[in-house]
């Protein structure tokens, strides 16, 4: 047990630079951004009486003409085609609730996953009564977001065999700012586990599976071994330092920050001490910038 | 004690975790994420303390009253525990949500306070059968990430050894009614001795016969019963009593009590240690909340 006092700690997180730039911009809400009326109003700002003002908590980012704020903290907006993970809440009538870290819990229809058996098999009445035997509240499924409704519904598809249920392994939820845009979701990692960075900031660590048995509605129950475990714990508590400091995660970074902790020669424990994080965190931005 | 809905094949994983050895965060069975504390950050209170264990973060703020003492015990003073469970720390505690919780706590505290061998209540006593001092105890559950119960007692004992009461003066008599005067100077206090307080162990049944302590909220939902154990500086045991819907053998019963003594004395240990040191450091800042 370590006990550590308050004003032994670090009094407030040190910033770490981005990647070769200046100090980032931090503004709160209703903080004029600019004056110059030339710009384009992007996310999180707003214009009042021809002045540009933050409506969230964030870093400024200029792209050409283009300001927007990039809030720190925040919830799942929702954008075709992204791959995400979520939650189930509910099993209803032809139609999965599913929570994915968004304002309003997202819907998975049962016509928009691929049931066992079949490529193009259409969902009979036996399907609709055995719903709950596919996918059961609190189960984790990855899918893909397929439309988001006037009302900010966010409608979901696992219309491909690389979604679908997730088996063992630890989730992580961050915040989806953090989490770097990329095309490709899945990750098998050279260390031994497949991350899946959802893009509405749920991560998925789960140790890699042979790619004939990827995603079905069946679950291996199998133990995971030891030395699994130690890799899917290490890379669980690198995402989450990297995360606490707000460094993007993307595998790089992951990666990075997974081989500076085996590098250093921390213990997987070690790594949820705030000093340590702090160190770890540092040395992975230094060798990102190299 | 927040309500996480797991599915099957992640609550298979943290499972096996415990049964090979290594918990998902990489730490073992009997190990403690790192305790965070502070006292006197509350001005208006006699005595106050902060502590942090990973997400949970509870605040305890002790008060002191004159008032007259129940009939039985006229020379003991009294100590009296009330629980808020913020609705900031868990959705679910809004409203009376928090209630079971907040009374299982609190009742779990004075419990565990009650026993003769922790706390010297005489001292609190200003005028036999007339005066005695009471302390009111309160603790505000502001963030919940697991093990409420052995963050909140060492909340409660750090916050106990903070607390400085003004000393009282009778300085006459009216008419049968006593009159005091209170000391306003602040060094001309009253300490508790809190060399024997109490703290609370939590011993999580996870599977069979195997127990984990420090659960993480996603343990706490694989784990059907803990044990809590109050243990004394000395090994003393004060108080024990049983949570949740489970059962336990005799033999794993008998082991967590063990286990939970030894690790009581080591933790009463730190935790003397780090108070006094903060308490020896003169020019301290307080962190509080910013």
């Known amino acids: 047990m370590d006990i550590k006092l308050a004003s032994e700690l670090p009094r407030m997180r040190s910033m770490i630079p981005a990647h070769g730039s200046a100090r980032p911009k931090l503004v709160t809400p209703g903080e004029i951004i600019s004056h110059d009326t030339s710009f384009m109003r992007g996310h999180g700002t707003y ?25 720190l903290r925040q919830v799942y907006q929702g954008a075709v085609g992204d791959t995400i993970i979520g939650r189930i809440t509910q099993v209803q009538n032809k139609r999965w609730k599913v929570d994915v870290n968004a304002r309003l819990d997202a ?18 009445v036996e399907d609709e009564r055995e719903m709950r035997a596919l996918l059961r509240e609190g189960d984790l499924v990855c899918v893909e977001v397929q439309k988001i409704s006037d009302d900010g519904l966010i409608r979901l598809a696992a219309r491909s065999t690389k979604f679908g249920k997730l088996s063992q392994g630890t989730l992580l939820a961050i915040s989806p700012s953090l989490v770097v845009q990329d095309k490709q979701r899945m990750h098998d990692l050279p260390c031994g586990a497949r991350v899946i960075f959802g893009a509405n900031g749920y991560v998925y660590i789960t140790p890699t599976v042979p790619q004939e048995q990827v995603s079905t509605y069946t679950v291996n129950f199998e133990e995971v071994p030891i030395e699994v475990r130690k890799t899917v714990g290490r890379l669980r508590n690198c995402i989450k330092l990297l995360a606490h400091h707000s460094i993007m995660i993307s595998p790089t970074s992951v990666m990075s920050a997974y ?32 | 004690m927040t309500n996480i809905n797991l599915s099957d094949a992640e609550k298979r994983y943290i499972v096996d975790g415990v049964k090979l050895g290594i918990r998902v965060d990489g730490r073992e069975s009997l190990d403690y994420r790192q305790l965070e504390i502070e006292t006197g950050l509350v001005d208006t209170a006699n005595g106050s303390a902060r502590i942090r264990l990973d997400r949970t973060d509870v605040l305890v703020t002790v008060k002191m009253e004159m008032e007259p003492p129940v009939p039985e015990e006229p020379r003991n003073g009294l100590l009296r525990f009330f629980v808020n469970c913020s609705a900031n720390a868990a959705p679910e505690f809004e409203g009376r949500g928090g209630e079971d919780l907040a009374t299982s706590l609190s009742s779990m505290l004075e419990r565990v306070y009650s026993s003769p061998r922790t706390l010297d209540t005489s001292k609190l006593c200003v005028v036999p059968g007339k005066y005695v001092k009471v302390l009111y105890v309160d603790i505000e559950i502001l963030e919940c990430g697991g093990n409420l119960f052995d963050t909140s007692s060492l909340g409660v ?14 300085t006459g008599e009216d008419g049968g009614e006593l009159e005091f005067s209170v000391s306003d100077n602040p060094t001309d206090v009253d300490r508790l001795d809190v060399s024997n307080a109490p703290i609370l162990i939590t011993h999580l049944r996870i599977t069979e016969n195997l127990t984990v302590v420090d659960p993480t909220p996603e343990e706490e939902c694989c784990g059907p019963v803990c044990v809590v154990v109050g243990v004394t500086p000395n090994g003393f045991i004060t108080a024990t009593q049983q949570f949740g819907g489970g059962t336990f053998t005799p033999q794993t019963l008998a082991t967590a009590i063990k286990s939970a003594k030894d690790l009581g004395q080591k933790i009463h ?15 301290r800042q307080i962190k509080g909340f910013l």
């Open chain 2, 157 to 170: 004992k750090a916050a106990l050894f903070a607390t400085k009461m003004p000393k009282i003066y009778i």
């Open chain 1, 259 to 290: 081989d500076q902790s085996i590098d250093q020669e921390y213990e997987i424990k070690d790594l949820l001490r705030p000093e340590v994080m702090q160190d770890v965190a540092v040395a992975t931005v230094q060798k990102m910038n190299e």
């Open chain 1, 47 to 71: 214009m009042e009486d021809e002045i540009q003002v933050a409506s969230v908590a964030g870093f400024v980012t200029r792209v050409n003409r283009l300001i927007t704020v990039t809030p």
């Open chain 2, 269 to 283: 240990y730190h935790l003397r240690s780090k108070l006094i040191q903060e308490e020896n450091n003169v020019d």
């Open chain 1, 107 to 124: 819907e998975l229809r049962l016509t928009n996953i691929q049931l066992p058996g079949g490529e193009q098999r259409r969902s009979s």
